[in-house]
């Protein structure tokens, strides 16, 4: 079956650096996906990583692994209104999205 | 209008009722999407259609009815669902649902079933 794995919840501090890592097993690989929600908001397109290695778009960097079948998303100079669900999908052999359960980031003060 | 609309943004119903959920795109985008967004569970794909055809459906049960009459509007028929079937249901575009890139997404229709 396909499964991609990341955690539920992680708390960080204002102004820190948090990582959320991404596991996948899936039938093909085509690209992988980064998403943030809010809450009751629609998913917003953070990131996209198809070749291996680091994205760096402003506050926000993306790394791939495919050999490991293994993402992160790395959020530097934390501020509150990072705290929201982010979400992992990868596209498979058949060009469908395949996504996590999402990570729930809480930022306190 | 911009970006990926979707009406109403809360519904709540009874298993006898029927409703449709709308989304529009304003974006020009090929492909339209219906996903099911249940509390701590993966994002639900539900329908794919792509230039109008629907090209997607992932065993959803037959009391949802997707209906796309054009590229730019999307429709989901609901009738006699059950409570288990209350979550948020998201719209989304992509240039092409064949390769799909980055998907824009629509605020979701919050759906009660009573």
């Known amino acids: 079956g396909q499964n991609i794995d990341q955690p539920t919840e992680m708390t960080a501090t204002e102004g820190a650096i948090v990582q959320i890592n991404c596991t996948y097993q899936?039938?093909?690989?085509?690209?992988l996906f980064w998403y943030q929600q809010h809450a009751g908001e629609a998913p917003t397109f953070l990131s996209y990583n198809v070749l291996d290695g680091l994205e760096e778009k402003g506050r926000f960097s993306s790394f791939l692994s495919r050999s490991k079948g293994y993402s992160y998303l790395l959020l530097k100079e934390l501020q509150m209104k990072d705290s929201a669900s982010y979400l992992c999908a990868v596209v498979d052999s058949n060009y469908q999205l395949i996504w996590g359960a999402g990570t729930k980031l809480i930022i306190k003060p | 209008e911009t970006g990926v609309t979707q009406t109403p943004r809360h519904l709540v119903m009874g298993m006898t009722n029927k409703k449709s959920l709308k989304c529009e795109q304003h974006?020009?985008?090929?492909?339209m999407y219906w996903y099911k967004q249940s509390a701590k569970k993966p994002l639900e794909l539900m329908f794919v259609y792509n230039f109008k055809e629907q090209t997607e459906n992932n065993s959803v049960p037959s009391r949802f009815s997707p209906e796309c009459p054009n590229s730019s509007h999307l429709f989901l028929h609901l009738h006699t669902l059950q409570p288990e079937d209350s979550a948020l249901y998201l719209c989304?575009?992509?240039?092409?649902?064949?390769?799909?890139?980055?998907?824009?997404f629509g605020p979701g229709t919050r759906l009660t079933v009573l």
């Open positions: 899936t039938s093909g690989f085509n690209g």
């Open positions: 989304a575009s992509s240039q092409d649902g064949a390769d799909p890139k980055e998907q824009f």
């Open positions: 974006l020009g985008h090929n492909a």
